[in-house]
């Protein structure tokens, strides 16, 4: 606008000057005039934004928050759950072992049989031979 009017200036129309003088001053005091209003609503714009960057910020912590809850949480019921699993595999090698004992019990117990058994049928063996001897003899 300023360039405008050093052209009308140096041309010499000086209705031409005073026409834009005129337009000048009523466009600077529009200005003047809306600067508070402008300004005020930049304000209202930026508490606006600010009020909304913080209830953002608010909200990102108690979502952060409940993440970390959520995590403390499943590493807990993990932490329960694999204790579960040690303990159950403790009781498993227990019974594994148990079991193994008692197995080498029954084979110690079948090899007795086994023994008692073959004591029992040579005892028969010679009580027979022994009978059919002194059936013969008489």
């Excluded at 807990?76 to 159950?88: A, G, H, P, R, W």
């Amino acid at each position: 606008m300023e360039e405008l009017i050093s052209k009308l200036i140096e041309s010499g129309n000086i209705t031409a000057v005073l026409s834009a003088i005129i337009c000048y001053l009523i466009v600077n005091l529009q200005r003047k005039s809306t600067k508070e209003t402008r300004d005020s609503r930049s304000e209202e714009l930026e508490e606006k934004i600010d009020s909304k960057i913080a209830i953002a910020n608010v909200k990102l912590d108690v979502t952060e928050q409940e993440i970390k809850l959520r995590q403390d949480k499943i590493q807990e019921e993990m932490q329960m759950k694999i204790s579960k699993l040690n303990t159950d595999s403790l009781l498993l090698t227990k019974d594994i072992k148990s079991l193994k004992e008692e197995n080498i019990g029954i084979k110690q117990d079948v090899k007795e049989i086994k023994t008692t058994l073959n004591s029992m049928a040579i005892s028969l063996a010679t009580i027979a031979s022994a009978t059919n001897s002194k059936g013969k003899g008489n």
